[in-house]
């Protein structure tokens, strides 16, 4: 770049440059076109005007607050109120209704699992998945299989007051962890897992001998308590259905052997106090719909 006189006149368009070159590339000396000030005038008097009317200024510990007194809290206090308005009477039956009465209204109904998907994505979703079709160790709510029981009010209770959770009122009861607490050898455990997994046909790993006698014997000694003798489970307990294609904590044979060796627990939080009464009818009948509820 090199420095030139600055009343230099550029040949071709007669305009006097600014003296800056690039590469033999004069800068020309045009005035800024006037529609263009204006509105850089106008935009400083609109900011001074806006700082003055609307919150604008951050101050030590608070903000400078505007002569009109807007608040985005008012804002939003305003769109809830209209959206009250707006649910009025479907929220008010809502409210009030029972969850059968909620089922047998077909207009509530629609209603209530509108409001429970919402609160579903909200709430549900990060552990359950967004479809509600969980993962391992998370359970999908879109079948019908249902280690708490899946009637209205039992889905109900377990929203409510969670699995393993701190409510007083939680459903508890955990998978025993048979190998770390010396419970059963390796050996025992091993039969156990393939005899579980006979339960529901499950292929056999291939250079696998299973000894599905001792495995029966070591399940009818030690899991048919909870399991139940045919291993379908028992929703008193939270045992799992053994002879179905749902696995909570994946049907291969080491996650078998995993799960009896080191035992599970999983947890699900309370959500009464945490969200309102109706909310969980609606997200009990939202999701009782979803699962061919019982
Ligand atoms: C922090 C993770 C987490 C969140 C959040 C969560 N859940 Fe769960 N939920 C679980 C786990 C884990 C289980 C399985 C517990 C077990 O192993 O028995 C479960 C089980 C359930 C069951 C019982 C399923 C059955 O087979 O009986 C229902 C119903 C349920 N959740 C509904 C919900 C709803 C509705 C919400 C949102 C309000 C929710 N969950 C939020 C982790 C969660
Ligand atoms: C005290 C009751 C109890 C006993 C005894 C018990 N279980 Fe369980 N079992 C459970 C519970 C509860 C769960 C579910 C844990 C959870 O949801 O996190 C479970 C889960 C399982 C699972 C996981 C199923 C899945 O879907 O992934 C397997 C496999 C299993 N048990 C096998 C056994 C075997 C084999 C025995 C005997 C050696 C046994 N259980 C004894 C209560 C019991």
Redesign the pocket.
Known sequence: MAEHHTNEVDAVTGVTTTGHEWDGIRELNNPLPRWWLWTFYACIVWAVVYWIAYPAWPLVSNYTSGVLGWKSRDAIEVQLANLRTQRGAFAEKLDAASLEQIEADPELLAFARAQGRA??GD??A???GAGAAGSR???N?NDD??????SLE??QQ??QHG??STDADA?VGDMPAFGRDAMLTRPEIVAAADYVRSLSNLPVPAGVTTDLAKGKEVFEANCAACHGADGKGN?EL?APNLTDAIW?YGSDRDSVIATITNG??????A?AGR?DPTTIKA?TVY?HALGGGR
């Open positions: 609160a579903f709430n549900c990060p552990c359950h160790g998370y359970p709510l299989d249902w280690m708490w029981g899946g039992q889905v377990t929203i699995i393993r459903h929703i939270g909570l599970r627990g999983g947890i699900m939080p959500w969200l997200l999701v």
